[in-house]
T-cell receptor
Framework: ETGVTQSPTHLIKTRGQQVTLRCSSQSGHNTVSWYQQALGQGPQFIFQYYREEENGRGNFPPRFSGLQFPNYSSELNVNALELDDSALYLC??????????FGSGTRLTVV | GNSVTQMEGPVTLSEEAFLTINCTYTATGYPSLFWYVQYPGEGLQLLLKATKADDKGSNKGFEATYRKETTSFHLEKGSVQVSDSAVYFCALSGAGNNRKLIWGLGTSLAVNP
């Protein structure tokens, strides 16, 4: 059991750029969710993928998009970065009603 | 819609004190309930969970009981340690395909020696 792995761990981007964050799900987990956690805040749900299809989305604009691949790994893409996008981005995988396993996150700083 | 209300922090306790962090929820159907812990500079770790009414989740000396009649899932520990200092999040997950996690705002706990 390998757990959830996210890459990169830290990233600095300039306003207006695009970024791709990656997540490898825990072995056997077919559901992946992405969350944004601003400093001192609780996580905010971005979207969820189940078997390669988006099946839930939070209150985030369309410039936040994602993919889930056949091996259940996932990407989060953010276009036209804004300063407020600076946050810890967390990926979590799960299987049915089991608890979610979180990765350590990617710390994105937009300058 | 579903929501989670968690007691505000920060909470400061002395070592070996009793801990309670209150959590209540609003949900349709029968959600699953979770407590996650986030140590400084780290990601979220599942602490315990309960998937149906009257279930008690427990781990590392922490306990929480799923109370449907009071829509609560309070976290308790009989004797806290300095190493328990962290931020604790209560969360729920809806039934069926709507299994996104809805989070409380988090409660920061500081335990002094």
């Amino acid at each position: 059991e390998t757990g959830v792995t996210q890459s990169p761990t830290h990233l600095i981007k300039t306003r207006g750029q695009q970024v791709t964050l990656r997540c490898s799900s825990q072995s056997g987990h077919n559901t992946v969710s992405w969350y944004q956690q601003a400093l001192g805040q609780g996580p905010q749900f971005i979207f969820q993928y189940y078997r390669e299809e988006e099946n839930g989305r939070g209150n985030f604009p369309p410039r936040f998009s994602g993919l889930q691949f056949p091996n259940y790994s996932s990407e989060l893409n953010v276009n036209a970065l804004e300063l407020d996008d600076s946050a810890l981005y967390l990926c979590a995988s799960s299987l049915m009603t089991e608890g979610y396993t979180f990765g350590s996150g990617t710390r994105l700083t937009v300058v | 819609g579903n929501s989670v209300t968690q007691m505000e922090g920060p909470v400061t306790l002395s070592e070996e004190a009793f801990l309670t962090i209150n959590c209540t929820y609003t949900a349709t159907g029968y959600p699953s309930l979770f407590w996650y812990v986030q140590y400084p500079g780290e990601g979220l770790q599942l602490l315990l969970k309960a998937t149906k009414a009257d279930d008690k989740g427990s781990n590392k000396g922490f306990e929480a009981t799923y109370r449907k009649e009071t829509t609560s899932f309070h976290l308790e520990k009989g004797s806290v340690q300095v190493s328990d200092s962290a931020v604790y999040f209560c969360a729920l997950s809806g039934a069926g395909n709507n299994r996104k996690l809805i989070w409380g705002l988090g409660t920061s706990l500081a335990v002094n020696p």
